[in-house]
């Protein structure tokens, strides 16, 4: 049973950060309006391939729900029925959440593969939530944090649908991005709890602090990406040229640029500590991995104008970097209770 859990919820962990690489190359290639609405996409389960789809046409039958580009507008089926030789507005409804209407068939597929995984990422939770009510008589924590996790996926997925309906709002995408972290951080604890970890390591309280402050310090900076992210968008849809994307930038990137010091220089005292007192933390190798990709990922976005793959790349680092921080704070935590 506790093995059938614990590859459950690492597989569940893999899924959401499937999902955030997915959401990071949607937001690379430009493609979060790739399907206008929620949860279906132009109205259908498998989107359309060609704009022929969502065009009108004589003696077509169209199901409740879905939708055409009509007049530089999105139509909504009201009913089931067949079109005749005009179009009769009267069976059609304008779409009221927002007045995107472009098909580009390469950004619907992007977001719709991202739609995907998040909904296989949300099975697999519900699967571990279940799974978890085994564990109800001996350790209700994991059965309540399992039921927590799948309505976080559910809020989650709420928040997705809020963010195509506000156009791709800045706090809102902001917020889903933490709300993914907040998932990894629940889904390590579960998979902590239900196999704890071996007491191998010795407990240092400078490097157990250490590694706490990274996990805080690695989230607000995570934050304060997400911003600087917003802040390039805008300069691409404005036709500025790439160049010149962080000429005039906000103070949000000077504050982001200038606190990866402190990061970097922590997390090299951890690892410097760590060898030092032979504390056995071996997974401060990949943080400190992690750390430097981060670090020369932002540094080639802005020094060499945005080479492409950085940011979604820089975005997909700092996600594992949180979590192997995460675990490895576990595991000193865990150190700690058995000194």
């Known amino acids: ?23 990071a190359l949607v937001r690379m290639t430009g493609s979060g309006m790739g399907c206008p609405d929620w949860p279906k996409c132009f109205g259908y389960y498998i989107p359309p391939t060609n704009v022929e789809t969502l065009m009108w046409s004589t003696d077509r039958a169209f199901e409740k729900g879905q939708v055409i580009i009509y007049e ?43 739609r995907l995984v998040g909904a296989i990422a949300g099975l697999a939770t519900l699967v571990l ?9 001996k350790n209700k924590t994991i059965t309540l944090l399992s039921f927590g996790v799948v309505l976080a996926m559910g809020f989650q997925a709420w928040l997705g649908a809020t963010v195509v309906y506000s156009v791709l709002a800045p706090a809102k995408i902001t917020t889903h991005m933490l709300m993914a972290l907040a998932i990894v951080a629940a889904l390590i604890l579960l ?16 490097f157990h ?8 310090i690695v989230l607000v900076q995570i934050t304060f990406g997400t911003q600087v992210r917003e802040f390039v968008d805008h300069q691409l849809e404005a036709g500025v040229a790439k160049s010149h994307w962080l000429l005039y930038p906000t103070w949000i990137f000077y504050l982001h640029r200038s606190f990866s010091i402190l990061p970097l ?6 690892f410097w500590i760590n060898k030092k007192e032979g504390l056995g933390f071996t997974k401060i190798h990949w943080i400190l ?51």
């Open 72 to 114: 530089k507008e999105l139509l909504v089926a009201q009913s089931d029925f067949t079109t005749g030789a005009s179009i009769n507005l009267s069976l059609w409804e304008p779409y009221t959440k927002h007045a995107y209407a472009v098909f580009n068939p390469y950004h619907t597929w992007i977001e719709f593969l991202n």
């Open 191 to 206: 998979m902590v709890k239900a196999a704890p970890l071996e007491k191998k390591q010795k407990y240092k309280g400078v």
């Open 209 to 216: 602090k250490s590694i706490a402050a990274l996990v805080v």
């Open 1 to 23: 049973m506790e093995k059938r859990f614990y590859c459950f919820a690492k597989l569940s962990l893999i899924l959401v950060y499937l999902v955030i690489v997915a959401g």
């Open 129 to 137: 939530a279940v799974l978890s009510l085994k564990y109800w008589k």
């Open 289 to 339: 991995s992690l750390m430097l990709v981060a670090v020369f990922s932002g540094m080639a976005m802005y020094y060499i104008d945005f080479p492409w793959g950085t940011q979604p790349l820089h975005l997909v680092i700092a996600s594992l970097l949180f979590g192997c921080l995460f675990y490895v704070f576990l595991e000193s935590r865990n150190t700690v209770k058995n000194t």
């Open 265 to 270: 220089f922590l997390t090299l005292y951890a």
